[in-house]
């Protein structure tokens, strides 16, 4: 790792998104290779900080405010990449989020979405509210291979069951992976309703989607 | 704000002091010791013939200006360590104390205290930053009548904190005296950071030949005094707070008014439990509901005089379970809140055992504590309205949907404000994680915390000055290594 990209790497470290951007911009501007500031400066900081987290040797809102600091970074690069026509990676997978119809809590799909975004996954984020139609249909248009739905409240979950049954109804059960998280949610009700994975939290999501675009589950 | 509770108003305590004064001068106190007598009547007291010593005003007042303030150091192997109990304090020092039984929950075993349990104890004390020192009581019976030099050398070992003790058998005293000057580094240095032993006035107002000789002794060698007075509540004191306040305060100014007559300017601090007597089951006991009355007037009644009070906190109940955190919680936080200066706790079963597995809900009831007492910050800053105007600013269609927990003010204030650990054992988890991860309870984790923690943690090491005199005084007295 040069200096440059090691002093990005810090920035991240260090929480400061501001700085961030700065030495992103530098960097792009003495003609650092975009792709290595995103795999060796800003991606790499925001795995560890990852890790840190999951170990609990960080706390969230470190996790979230260094997980800014890269995307702000990843933005300036990804600008750069198309304006130079450099081939980027693929991303690790294909994701749609939101949370179900009735609901409008949002924090625990936003963190998973940080979380996914700096590790590298393309997320379609749909919002709050959404009905489950509108989840099947993005990830048709998106070709995501993984519906994940948030209910926080007892009374949206079964919401989370019509996503289940539309996707039968469909015929696009298990081509469409499906992840249920929120307050509601447990593994029994994951099991009763059919879906693919359950998560307790933000960081136990992004393990199981990371597991299962690494190959062991997938079917593509 | 900083958080203060307050009982008593000025003029209650101005009457409860003058009431001590009135039981010193008009009661008096029974003095076993025929010398202290003497010195007494030359100092302007009168006696009688039962040896009951009347203690005018006077010099009381005048015993109270010869002892030095803000000097009461309690200390250990490092001075950085010593804890200095005055005033203006912001926190209450917290002690642990070793006793003389250890009770294990998860096995549940109650036994005779070893040395293994005391290293054990004291070593995660000394990890804890939380706690500031070991008192050390364990009368252990492989110590017999050197238990006072055998437990000041085993804390010694395991805790560079400050250490004390609880009285002493007579010989005793010249093997630990020199312990003490090899851990303080000499005889003059021993001065300034001596020796600190605490030992008993009887109830009611009787200084009796031990207490006698525990005060002319801490007089000829220069240990620091902590005098401890106990009048139950309706045993050998009044059962009403003001009244055994004010025998308290009396029996404790008849042992400074002594010891600043044996030795002018000897630091004093003084002990002071709230004992109850039990009427139900005729028990002394000491975290009942009045304790936590009185553990409010505590730091009130020491700011008064001006002489730092240790209190202890001493739950009676016999397990790790919801009576001990009730009994612990209400005494400890009730001291904390009105800043009494030090603190002792003691483990469970009416001050005869410890549990190591204790130790870690102290950890966290007194740094909760030392946060209460932090009170609020209110400024431009902790009001947050910039913070919120941002947040407030985010909108997904018609509807906001902005959050703090990626705002540069949380992971700024976060800290200050929650004190979070990162280690924390109290558990926060989704009941599906707690029970992914064994369904323990805190008794559970907090053993395994103690296992980690002595696996992992060395205390400072005793210098080879300090293990050199152990051996040359094991030699010398004539002392077993244990």
Not at chain 2, 61 to 66: D, G, K, T
Not at chain 2, 459 to 482: F, G, L, Q, R, T
């Amino acid at each position: 790792m040069n200096d440059s990209i090691k002093s990005i790497y810090d920035a991240v470290i260090a929480y400061d998104a501001d700085l961030v951007k700065r030495l992103v911009n530098d960097a792009i501007s003495s003609g650092e290779d975009p792709i290595k500031i995103m795999n060796e400066g800003l991606s790499k900081a925001i795995i560890e900080i990852g890790d840190k987290f999951g170990k609990e040797e960080i706390f969230l809102v470190e996790l979230m405010v260094a997980a800014d600091a890269c995307k702000a970074g990843v933005e300036l690069v990804k600008n750069n990449i198309l304006e130079k026509k450099v081939k980027s990676e693929k991303p690790r997978g294909i994701i749609v989020l939101g949370t179900v119809l009735g609901d409008i809590h949002n924090i625990g799909k936003d963190i998973l979405k940080t979380l996914l975004e700096t590790g590298g996954f393309e997320v379609h984020d749909i919002g709050v509210d959404q009905p489950a139609n509108n989840f099947i249909d993005k990830a048709l248009a998106a070709n995501a291979k993984i519906i994940g739905s948030s209910a926080l409240l007892t009374t949206t979950a079964p919401s989370q069951k019509d996503i289940e049954t539309n996707l039968l109804n469909r015929k696009l059960k298990g081509k469409i992976k499906t992840i249920i998280g929120g307050a509601a949610t447990n593994a029994d009700w994951a099991k009763e309703i059919g879906a693919d994975f359950y998560a307790s939290t933000a960081t136990e999501g992004v393990n199981i989607i990371k597991k299962y675009f690494e190959g062991e589950g997938n079917e593509d | 704000m900083r958080t203060k509770l307050e009982i008593l108003s000025k003029d209650e305590l101005d009457t409860i002091y003058q009431t001590a004064l009135d039981i010193l001068e008009k009661i008096g106190v029974n003095i076993e010791d025929d010398r202290i007598i003497e010195l007494l009547k030359k100092n302007g007291c009168t006696a009688d013939s039962n040896n009951i010593a009347y203690i005018p005003q006077k010099l009381v007042e005048q015993c109270l200006n010869s002892t030095p303030r803000g000097k009461v150091r309690l200390s250990g192997r490092n001075p950085d360590k010593d804890m200095i109990l005055e005033k203006d304090q912001k926190y209450p020092f917290i002690i642990s104390h070793v006793l003389m039984n250890y009770y294990d929950e998860l096995k549940n075993d109650y036994h005779t205290i070893t040395q293994d349990d005391i290293r054990d104890f004291v070593t995660i004390s000394d990890s804890l930053d939380t706690i500031s020192g070991n008192w050390m009581c364990t009368l252990m019976p492989d110590y017999g009548k050197m238990y006072s030099f055998y437990e000041y050398e085993i804390a010694i070992k395991y805790t560079s904190k400050p250490v004390c003790i609880s009285s002493f058998e007579p010989e005793a005293i010249p093997p630990t005296l020199e312990l003490a000057e090899a851990v303080a580094g000499g005889r003059d240095e021993l001065l300034k950071r001596p020796l600190t032993v605490a030992f008993c006035e009887i109830s009611p107002l009787t200084w009796n030949k031990y207490g006698c000789d525990m005060l002319k002794a801490c007089s000829k060698w220069g240990i620091q005094p902590i005098i401890t007075v106990e009048t139950p509540m309706g045993d050998t004191g009044p059962v009403t707070f003001a009244g055994n306040i004010a025998q308290k305060i009396a029996e404790l100014l008849s042992g400074l008014v002594i010891v600043q007559l044996l030795q002018e300017g000897l630091p004093v601090a003084f002990v002071v439990p709230l004992e109850t007597f039990d009427m139900r089951t005729a028990q002394i006991c000491l975290a009942s509901r009045p304790d936590y009355i009185y553990g409010l007037a505590v730091g009130q009644v020491e700011d008064y005089l001006d002489i730092p009070f240790i209190s202890p906190v001493s739950p009676d109940s016999k397990a790790l379970d919801m009576q001990q955190g009730y009994e612990l919680s209400f005494s400890l936080l009730s001291r904390m809140l009105c800043n009494n200066k030090c603190i002792v706790i003691h483990g469970l079963d009416q001050t005869h055992a410890i549990c190591n597995e204790l130790l870690f809900l102290m950890d966290e009831m007194v740094l909760s504590g030392k946060r209460m007492l932090d009170g609020i910050e209110v400024n431009e800053e902790t009001l947050a309205f910039e913070p919120l105007k941002e947040v407030a600013a985010k909108m997904e269609g018609n509807r906001r949907n902005g959050h703090f927990l990626n705002h540069k003010h949380t992971l700024k204030w976060f800290t200050p404000e929650q004190l979070p650990r990162k280690d924390n054992i109290i558990d926060k988890y989704r009941r599906e994680k707690w029970q992914e991860m064994g369904s323990k309870s805190f008794v559970k984790r907090a053993s395994e915390k103690a296992s980690t923690i002595l696996e992992s943690y060395k205390p400072e090491p005793v210098s080879k000055d300090i293990e050199n005199a152990m051996k040359k005084i094991h030699e010398k007295y004539n002392i077993p290594v244990i």
